[in-house]
């Protein structure tokens, strides 16, 4: 196994890394306390080329391979995990689900204005009352003539007040469970749908989150993505890849609290001299390295599966649940080190723990991820 990256991929993360440096970084702070991202970072992400990485060229996309987005979703993740989302979101959960299963004439639609940045995606799955549950959503598609008519409520959705179009799971027939779950791509100016913007979250402040409340809004059959009925094999796909995002994001999170560690460890002075001379500092930073090193190379794995055709989906739980975890232990263990400073949002690691704290939630809770390991393991299914 060669663990080099590639002359293309190097340049890649470079790419990210100044961009994160220049247009992300010295504003991270101010969008935090201000609970909103400059949108303007939504052109600027477009016109390198993030929006669209493993998107087609041929659609406007930038090309590239798994390995080389995990990269760019790092850094991301390390200067702010808000603008983390906008990428993970539109072109992991959405764009890249148009790419696999949208028609022709879909794909033309949306892959080009979603890799520019000209337009947002967002994935309209969870609802009030079905957060892991997903496939007993509530929202109804109801067919009229060659339309159809969706009302229902979606909860915590990202990029939701800010994007042009929703991937919307909706229920097109009576069938119990997932099995009458059905994928639209529904543009968010619809009469019908309102957006309302969620405030107050412990973390991910600067993000757009929204709560979609859609009303008989009518939906040509033609904006179906995928056959009727397979909305939730549609998701699940979408979701296994976006567990890589995840996870990538929080290897960026984790890699941003060992720099501010070490830094700051070798900076403060106590008892005479600098405090990374203590040996229980030591470990503590240890103690980072470490999980940054295991979470990237799970990670790593994953893409490295899916640019070889092969499956991945219970590595990219076992990617997400380990890195989500280890980013919030990496940033407790920052903040520890940071003492009575890491409590001031002058410092970066009591942002980081609060933007790590979600990532064991969504796209699938930790809990989620064991059971779906345990499942593939064992092959006894727990649901």
């Known amino acids: 196994m060669n663990l080099e990256l590639s002359e293309e991929q190097e340049a890649v993360r470079r790419l990210a890394e100044d961009f994160v440096a220049r247009e992300v970084t010295p504003h991270a702070v101010a969008w935090d306390r201000a609970e909103e991202v400059d949108r303007a970072i939504v052109k600027k992400l477009g016109s390198v080329g993030f929006l669209g990485l493993t998107v087609p060229e041929e659609y406007g996309g ?38 696999t299963w949208g028609s022709e004439e879909q794909k033309r639609e949306w892959l080009p204005r979603l890799a520019s940045g000209e337009a947002l995606g967002c994935f309209g799955l969870t609802e009030p009352g079905t957060g892991s549950d997903a496939g007993n959503l509530a929202t109804r598609a109801v067919r009229d003539g060659d339309d159809y008519l969706v009302s229902g409520t979606k909860m ?11 991937l919307l799971f909706a229920r097109t027939d009576d069938t119990p469970g997932h099995r009458g779950v059905s994928a639209f791509l529904v543009p968010t100016d619809s009469p019908g749908m309102t957006r309302r913007a969620i405030h107050g979250k412990l973390g991910l402040r600067g993000q757009a989150t929204a709560e979609l409340v859609l009303e008989d809004v009518r939906v040509p059959a033609a904006a179906m993505l995928g056959p009727e ?40 002075e106590q008892f005479g ?56 232990r990496a940033a407790n263990n920052a903040l520890q080190v940071f003492g009575g ?37 064992t092959g006894v299914s727990a649901f």
């Open 156 to 166: 915590f959705i990202t990029n939701g007040t800010w994007a042009e179009v929703v």
């Open 62 to 99: 930038s090309g590239g391979d798994h390995l080389a987005y995990c990269l760019v979703t790092e850094e991301l993740g390390r200067g702010d995990s808000s603008v983390r989302g906008i990428v993970s979101v539109s072109l992991g959960l959405v764009a890249k689900t148009v790419a």
């Open 273 to 328: 001299k600098p405090i990374a001379s203590y040996q229980l500092v030591q470990e503590l930073i240890s103690d980072i390295a470490v999980d940054v090193d295991a979470a990237r190379l799970l990670t790593w794995r994953v893409a490295d599966l899916i640019d070889r055709g092969q499956d991945f989906a219970t590595a990219a739980s076992k990617a997400k649940l380990y890195a989500s975890e280890a980013a919030v």
């Open 341 to 377: 400073y890491g409590y001031i949002d002058e410092y970066p690691v009591g942002k980081l723990l609060r933007d790590a704290r979600v990532m064991t939630l969504y796209e699938g809770t930790s809990q989620i991820q064991k059971l779906i390991i345990g499942r593939a393991l």
């Open 229 to 268: 009925g397979k909305g939730f094999t549609v998701a699940m796909s979408a979701l296994a890849k976006g567990r890589m995002s995840v996870a990538a994001g929080c290897v960026g999170i984790a890699q941003a609290a060992l720099d501010a560690a070490v830094r700051y460890a070798g900076e403060r």
